[in-house]
């Protein structure tokens, strides 16, 4: 699996450490349901057949982190960006 | 048909002609007092309890192909109860007494094989650790052994003891540990509990849940809508997806185990061994092929196949371990989806929607749990109340702090 | 030994006849020449029993010519380079090579277990499943021994592998797998591009079936235009041809694994080179040009050696001018067999019979046959065949029986394309009628089948097929494909009539060859249920040999269609797994075994070390100097002993580089870092370092360690050696991922700078010799950070932190001034006895002082497990903070962190022993928690331990049972609080 780095190009992904669902927010701390909130933020999971938006580290590269998009039935990766938005670059495939 | 040393001769002289299928390939019903949802070791399982020790027989199972094509038959085969969390241990320990029992009570042959499972350690820190281990295996009633490099080295002679980056310094050892034949495992509950009069029903996938207000009252599937008491669901490696028909978001990502197996050959490894300085298990099957694997993928996965990363991380374990390996050659390598829970212990509960029934979250080590799980499934199932033995396996612990982390890497089930 | 072997050709083939090469098996001389492969030098030399099965041990002859082969399995080599369960068929013939039969006792013509074969009819599908249960302790015990014993094939080498293996990556951008017809030409057109072209073929001999081919192409004989058009693509600077490549899985990302063998047609490796060789290709286009595999016809004693593929006996013949035989006859069902059988008759073999189920048989076919002398049998099949090693068969025709001499039966059923790696993504061949065969389904992204891989029989249809699949690969990249200049050749028609299994055989009919499953086991399966593909294969075993059923799974997916009366493809597919062909392990491993299984990382000071004597041990990826011992101490704990005592009266140093070492830096690093432990930073003033705590974002401790300020906008951080690569993720995450918007940034700076911990009562005074400034109290007080320098005018931090308990200091130079340091700072402290200590003396004084080490941060505790509940902020949000009030985190039950002292000071406490009540059962019920970490106190004169019980803090001067059956002990110990030496910390702050 070769992932689209925004910064290094296509590296293969044993370069990236993974932590999973990228479409979650950590939630406001003070909100009166907060317990709740990151007990859903830290536990709970969509956990796809399909398109998956997931976080990615660069650990042995850029130590970048990233949002990639991946089909978790075929593995077929649609493109990466940079964790912030500011750092995009023209590379960036998604 | 029961098998006996008779059966087989009269079969082996009238030219194999007797036999009877070992389970009937039932058409559904339009209704059962419990569906159990996955035709898998756990799902038969349960259905057997559920109809031998509570009596309740008008059960399906609902299997979306044929019965144990899933992690079933996917798995590396080990049975083990070396867990240390109080939480787990008892559990697993009386899953490995109904091992103990179990071809005579099923009357098949599912080569429940107690060679012996050796954990390695190679630092004093892991000796420490499976210290705790062994001594808690031994509070909940099982077997455990420390043994230091000698006693491991007249186990197994030929591993790397002199060249090796992370010498080994010891093992725990469970001499009750070892393997079962996994596809036998499956046929045998599933015969077991054609023969109690359950229902298995292959080729049925189901496609939703049918509802009266919040509860779920029946399937519906590729073979038309069965009503149900209870519903229950043991799909692991689908479970999110099938949770998710009934409005249910879990603690469980999806993610791919790869398991090998070599070429064939003549006795090597007695028992199962697991090393302690890199990911990698390995044991070898009654026919010689060596079974072995060793950490999940990573990411998350249905696709029941990995890459090559850990391919390579596994063999390179493999031959650090025991350099006299390397002219074997890999025959098959596959992949499983596993259910990685997000504590890496599982799920046996009711959930906040009536009469639906979860067995779920069994991360790589579903298959030991195999008896276990059904027995205390069926429990649950059958009195509305768990199984003293599994009692810390609630749906709600994440949310009460009550979490069991054997490795206590937290709430990121790839390191699970 | 150049004399001529006995069942060679004279002339022809692509052998070299000036090149013998003198081989041997099971302990018989023979020779061979340049071009065989074994099976061909033993068929050549008249051998024709070289194996026993699987089960049955029945006697076994070659098979095939190629991968595809389940009976000719051998050891090859011997000593610690044995080979259990190699082809013959495709291991290349080199001189001096040893081959010897596997899975048989004695010997392979007189095998004990061959005894089997009498008691087949007991011995059917599943048959194990059914007995050996009684009583249930016989398994482990008698059973299973035998069955274990029996089972298996070859044996393994009893040494260590003393070859190397190798792996390597590289990229391309068209990969063609397999260089027969359709592969050359693909990678022809590909590489006429311009394109980067690999052409990865298994064989030593590019060409494929070409090679075997008696006719024409492009005026010239098959092999010759074969290497004609590889010699152009090895003159094509952008085209690599690996033969003795397979390429054996398909993965993500067009990343495909292939095996080179390097040296295994050599002895021995040359040296420096590996054994083999892992690639790991990245293609953006790929190829499939594996061809077919031919499938035999079941029938009576289909496994007698002598009976072979038809498609092997052409090979052997035209390839290798070696002849399986001096009678052949053909049992088939197609034409194609008929044409490679008449082409074997010209080259000089001696066919007499042909049998053909079929009764519509082309007359031209028939004619060609007979005006050879050979004799023709149209709507017959063979039903039986005789003799130890194939002397007669016995064939059923419309008139009746009949036995005909023959000692080499040809087979053919038809022909089954190589769509392995096509199902390596879980795609599903599709059967094809017409071919009777299942063809390619959905393949992997970027991969696109050609030639017989995908159902293309003919040669010249493989041959422009080739050429446009390769042209369409290179176009899609953007290339321009000059027009291709084939060969034109014009195919006859492709006739065949399925046929599978010869209802009316006698004797068993095998399906699955080495794995013995007859006719009548598929039989067994279908009466007891096992009837889908799935769990025919696993009940039976049908497929799962080494061979992966490359010449039996559609077979037997054909006989249980025909006894459920469903098709084939609502009966199943055969999907294949990886690896396409068996793959060492070694070759996966590549050179991380031994000493080189994983990065050593040393310690600046690490030579230094060694030099004082130090024993190392291995911490992490880390080695450390564990104790440095001296001559006369007669064991580790008189070494630590004296290193601790050094210490606490005097002084000492430890290297601590290992320390995951981060620096931030940018105005918001105050206001980060109390979001990332949960006590406060803010207020943290420049110079001043702090200890603090992380959790998880579940509310479990991470981490520990200190944080200093060395400026107001740069801060340094510190974590344990065990998690700092984490630590450092978790950081970038929070920063990156939670909180963009703060104005901080990270580095990670462990390798750059060394850090070496001194400690002791002197610790000032060798400090104040070697740095440049001053380090009194006043100037680096308790808790201290400054930067300066040391050793006249190396840049140094300077922490006044103690992991000890006693005074202490670390150190921090650029990583290249480590050892200099480390010998400064032993100069500057000869006159008070100076003594370095390793991990061991460490790891005692920090339990002497009751600090958490990683024992007690297993990511299982909770900081009010450890007593940090009271450093937690209220006052700020922080990472965990929400999670950690969950009440089962809470809960005062909760195993918390106290100290233990044996009640008899003279025992020793063992770390690991769980906590009970005295008096109270040995049951989970009771327990109450464990022994972390223990240590033997120099300063107390007896062990002591840290530790989790329940209410621990509540409990001090209670006696409890520290219970450890592992090692057979038992002690009773008193909780004390976990601080047993200078609890109110004067000695620190000194």
């Given at each position: 699996m070769r992932i689209p780095c925004p910064y290094c190009g296509e590296r293969d992904a044993h370069e990236f450490a993974i932590l999973g669902d990228a479409t979650l927010t950590r939630p406001?701390?003070?909100?009166?349901d907060a317990e709740t909130r990151f007990h859903d933020y830290v536990y709970l999971r969509d956990n796809p057949a399909g398109a998956h938006e997931e976080w990615w580290y660069h650990a042995n590269g850029c130590r970048q982190w990233l949002r990639v998009k991946r089909d978790t039935r075929t593995h077929a990766i649609s493109g990466a960006v940079a964790a912030r938005a500011d750092a995009t670059s023209p590379r960036d495939a998604a | 048909m029961r098998y006996s040393f008779l059966s087989l001769l009269a079969n082996g002289l009238s030219g194999q002609s007797r036999w009877t299928p070992a389970w009937r390939d039932a058409a559904p019903k339009p209704a059962y007092d419990v569906i159990v949802v996955g035709g898998g070791g756990h799902g038969l399982a349960t259905a057997y309890y559920l109809a031998k020790v509570h009596g309740i027989r008008n059960v399906a199972v609902l299997e979306k192909g044929v019965i144990g094509s899933g992690n079933a038959g996917r798995n590396t085969t080990i049975i083990r109860s070396n867990y240390v969390l109080p939480g787990n241990e008892p559990f697993y320990e009386w899953s490995m007494k109904l091992w103990e029992g179990l071809e005579q009570e099923l009357n098949y042959n599912a080569m429940v094989s107690q060679r012996g499972i050796l954990n390695l350690f190679h630092s004093d820190a892991q000796r420490d650790a499976y210290a705790r281990r062994g001594n808690a295996m031994r509070l909940a009633g099982a077997d455990s052994q420390l043994l230091d490099r000698k006693q491991v080295r007249a186990m197994y002679p030929f591993l790397d003891f002199d060249n090796a980056r992370f010498p080994i310094q010891g093992g725990l050892l469970q001499a009750r540990g070892g393997t079962a034949r996994h596809d036998a495992v499956v046929w045998g509950y599933a015969r077991g509990a054609d023969r109690l009069g359950v229902d298995i029903v292959q080729n049925c996938e189901v496609t939703g849940f049918l509802r009266e207000g919040d509860a779920i009252v029946g399937v519906e599937t590729t073979r038309g809508a069965i009503r149900a008491g209870k519903v229950a669901v043991a799909v692991a490696g689908s479970s999110s997806r099938v949770a998710g028909m009934a409005g249910l978001r879990l603690p469980i990502e999806s993610h791919v185990l790869q398991a090998f197996v070599s070429e064939g050959l003549k006795p090597l490894v007695d028992g199962v061994i697991t090393f302690g300085a890199g990911h990698f298990y390995i044991s070898q099957s009654d026919k010689g092929g060596l079974v072995f694997g060793g950490d999940v993928d990573g990411y998350n996965s249905y696709a029941q196949r990995g890459n090559l990363p850990i391919i390579e991380d596994v063999c390179e374990s493999g031959m650090a371990l025991m350099p006299r390996i390397g002219r074997l050659r890999l025959l098959r390598h596959w992949g499983g989806i596993m259910d990685m829970s997000m504590d890496g212990s599982p799920i046996i509960d009711r959930t906040p929607v009536p009469g639906f029934y979860l067995n779920a979250g069994w991360c790589y080590g579903g298959f030991k749990a195999t008896p276990a799980s059904g027995w205390c499934f069926a429990h649950l199932i059958a009195r509305d109340a768990p199984h003293e033995v599994a009692g810390a396996f609630r749906l709600d612990r994440f949310r009460t702090g009550h979490l069991i982390d054997e490795k206590g890497v937290g709430a990121q089930p790839n390191l699970h | 030994m150049s004399a001529p072997n006995r069942n060679r050709l004279a002339s022809g083939g692509l052998i070299d006849r000036s090149k013998p090469l003198a081989f041997s098996f099971d302990g018989t001389d023979y020779h061979g020449y340049q071009g065989d492969t074994l099976a061909s030098a033993l068929l050549a030399n008249g051998v024709r029993l070289v194996g026993r099965s699987f089960k049955y041990h029945r006697p076994r002859g070659i098979f095939s010519a190629g991968a595809e082969e389940p009976n000719a399995l051998v050891e090859l080599r011997a000593g610690a380079r044995r080979e259990p369960n190699t082809r013959a068929t495709v291991t290349e013939l080199f001189d001096g090579l040893e081959a010897t039969s596997q899975n048989r006792w004695p010997s392979l013509a007189l095998d004990a277990l061959s005894v089997n074969r009498f008691l087949s009819p007991f011995l059917g599908a599943g048959f194990y499943y059914k007995t050996f249960m009684w009583p249930a302790s016989f398994w482990e015990k008698l059973y299973e021994p035998v069955i274990r014993r029996a089972a298996g094939l070859g044996r393994a080498a009893v040494e260590e592998d003393p070859d190397h293996y190798e792996k390597a990556t590289t990229f391309c951008d068209v990969l063609v797998i397999g260089a027969g017809p359709a592969g050359l030409m693909a990678a022809l057109a590909a590489g006429r591009s311009g394109a980067r072209v690999i052409l990865a073929d298994e064989d030593f001999l590019p060409g494929g079936g070409l090679n075997a081919e008696a006719g024409d192409v492009d005026r010239q004989p098959a092999p010759a235009y074969a290497a004609q058009v590889t010699a152009e693509l090895a003159s094509l600077p952008n085209v690599r041809v690996m033969s003795r490549t397979s390429v054996f899985g398909a993965y993500d990302s067009g990343t495909y694994g292939a095996l080179e063998r390097v040296s295994d047609h050599l002895a021995v490796p040359a040296p420096f080179q590996p054994r083999q060789r892992l690639w790991r290709i990245v293609a953006r286009r790929a190829v499939l040009a594996a061809g077919a595999t031919e499938r035999p016809i079941v029938f009576g004693g289909n496994d007698r050696p002598g009976v072979m593929l038809a498609g092997a006996v052409g090979t052997y013949v035209q390839r290798h001018a070696a002849l399986p035989g001096q009678a052949m006859a053909l049992f088939a069902n197609n034409d194609g067999a008929w044409r490679g059988m008449l082409a074997a008759s010209v080259a000089g073999a001696h066919v007499e019979t042909i049998v053909d189920v079929r009764t519509d048989v082309a007359p031209a076919l028939v004619a060609a046959a007979q005006a050879r002398g050979i004799r023709v049998l149209t709507g017959a099949q063979v039903i039986a065949t005789h003799g130890k090693t194939l002397r007669r068969i016995e064939v059923a025709t419309a008139t009746g029986r009949e036995r005909i001499a023959a000692d080499t039966l040809a087979v053919s059923g038809g022909w089954s394309p190589s769509v392995h790696l096509t199902c390596h993504h879980g795609g599903k061949p599709a059967w094809n009628e017409t071919l009777a065969a299942f063809v390619p389904g959905t393949c992997p992204p970027g991969l696109t089948v050609a030639g017989a891989a995908k159902g293309l029989f003919g040669l010249g249809a493989c041959l422009r097929d080739g050429a446009a699949i390769g042209a369409e690969a290179a176009q899609a990249l953007g290339f321009a494909v000059p027009a291709p200049d084939l060969p034109d050749m014009a195919d006859e028609a492709f006739a065949l009539t399925p046929f599978w299994h010869v209802a009316g055989s006698k004797g068993a009919s095998f399906v699955d060859l080495q794995n013995d499953v007859t006719a009548k086991d598929v039989g067994i399966a279908h009466k007891e249920g096992f009837r889908s593909v799935e769990l025919l294969k696993r009940y039976t075993t049908l497929g799962m040999a080494t061979d992966q059923g490359r010449t039996s799974n559609v077979t037997g997916l054909a006989i249980m269609a025909s006894l459920t009366g469903a098709s084939i493809p609502e009966t199943g597919t055969t999907i294949f797994r990886p690896p396409y062909t068996p793959v060492s392990l070694g070759a996966l491993a590549g050179h991380h075994r031994g000493k080189d299984f994983r990065p050593v990382r040393l310690t600046p000071t690490h030579e230094w070390a060694r030099a004082q004597g130090a024993v190392f041990v291995e911490t992490g990826a880390w080695l450390r100097a564990q104790y440095f011992p001296r001559p006369g101490e007669k064991d580790w704990l008189e070494t630590v002993s004296r290193e601790v005592t050094a210490v606490r009266s005097s002084v000492g140093l430890i290297d601590v580089s290992t320390f995951g070492k981060i620096d931030l830096q940018g105005s918001d690093v105050g206001a980060f870092l109390d979001r990332v432990y949960i006590n406060g930073f803010a207020a943290l003033a420049v110079g001043k370092a702090r200890y603090g705590v992380m959790l998880r974002e579940d509310g479990l401790v991470m981490d520990d360690g200190t944080t200093a300020r060395l400026a107001p906008e740069h801060y340094v951080m510190t974590t344990t050696t065990a998690n700092a690569a984490k630590v450092y993720q978790h950081l970038e995450f929070c920063l990156q991922a939670l909180w963009p918007e703060l104005d901080v940034s990270l580095a990670s700076v462990s390798e750059q700078w060394a850090q070496i911990a001194l400690a002791g009562p002197r610790a000032r005074d060798v400090l104040a010799r070697v740095a440049d400034g001053d380090v009194s109290n006043a100037a680096l007080p308790f808790m201290g950070a400054i930067e300066g320098s040391v050793m006249g005018g190396v840049k140094a931090r300077l922490f006044r932190l103690s992991f000890s308990g006693e005074l202490g200091f670390e150190i921090a130079v650029p990583a290249r001034h480590g050892a200099a340091l480390a010998q400064a700072l032993m100069q500057a402290g000869a006159e008070f006895g100076i003594t370095p200590y390793g991990t061991e003396a460490l790891g005692v004084m920090r339990i002497e002082k009751g600090h958490v080490s990683g024992n007690e941060l297993s990511g299982q505790t909770t900081a009010g497990d450890l007593g940090f509940g009271r450093m937690a902020s209220t006052k700020k949000d922080y990472i965990g903070r929400t999670l950690a009030a969950r009440p089962g985190l809470t809960d005062p039950d909760r195993p918390s962190f106290v100290g233990f002292k044996p009640v008899d000071r003279a025992r020793r406490l063992r770390a690991g022993a769980h906590f009970l009540k005295l008096g109270a059962p040995p049951d989970m019920a009771n327990d109450q928690g464990y022994m972390t970490s223990v240590a033997y106190s120099p300063h107390l004169g007896h062990w002591i331990g840290l530790g989790l019980i329940k209410r621990g803090p509540e409990r001090l001067g209670e006696h409890v049972r520290a219970y450890d059956p592992v090692r057979g002990e038992e002690i009773e110990v008193e909780i004390c609080a976990p601080g047993f030496i200078d609890p109110e910390g004067v000695r620190l702050r000194g």
């Open positions: 406001d701390p003070a909100a009166p | - | -």
